[in-house]
């Protein structure tokens, strides 16, 4: 499986009201919205989400941010997804992110940094199924 990743919409984009224009960047670069919805994580389901990161000393605070608000998860498909999306969004600092990237242009720190993309296709499928069931996943194969 290397076409599907998951993009979240952070709560500092939903704040921003920028849902509709990252949206329209992520379409724009030819990516398929497979499934979307808004929810806001329980520190658990965050600290799950982010279990990689649990001995880093921004997990708490990471944690406290992705529960601030509500979120946007998003199941993405197209050919080579997974790093055409990091690619999109740009470094994970957006003092250090390319020219024209999601992050570049919306991001006010390395913590409130917009959007998530996964880091590997293997992470894409397991954070995909993070958020949504296989009854929600009805037109994407591979699952
Ligand atoms: P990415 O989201 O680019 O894959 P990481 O997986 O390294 O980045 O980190 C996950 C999230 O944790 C980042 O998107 C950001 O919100 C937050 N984060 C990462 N590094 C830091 C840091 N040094 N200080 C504060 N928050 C951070
Ligand atoms: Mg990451």
């Known amino acids: 499986m290397n076409n599907k990743t998951l993009a979240i919409l952070k709560p500092d984009c939903v704040k921003k009201n920028l849902i ?20 806001k994580l329980t520190p658990d389901a965050a600290k799950g989400f982010y279990q990689i990161h649990k001995d880093r000393p921004f997990f708490n605070d990471l944690i406290v941010y992705m529960t601030s608000g509500p979120c946007v998860p998003i199941a993405l498909e197209k050919e080579n997804a997974v790093e055409d999306f990091r690619k999109l969004i740009g470094a994970t600092d957006p003092a250090k992110a ?46």
């Open 98 to 143: 390319a020219e024209g990237t999601i992050r570049k242009l919306y991001a006010d720190s390395i913590q409130e940094n917009i959007v998530h993309g996964s880091d590997s296709n293997e992470n894409a499928a397991i954070e995909i199924l993070h958020f949504f069931s296989r009854k929600e996943l009805p037109d994407i194969n591979g699952f």
């Open 20 to 39: 509709g224009k990252v949206v329209t960047l992520i379409q724009k670069a030819g990516f398929k919205v497979s499934a979307m919805k808004m929810v």
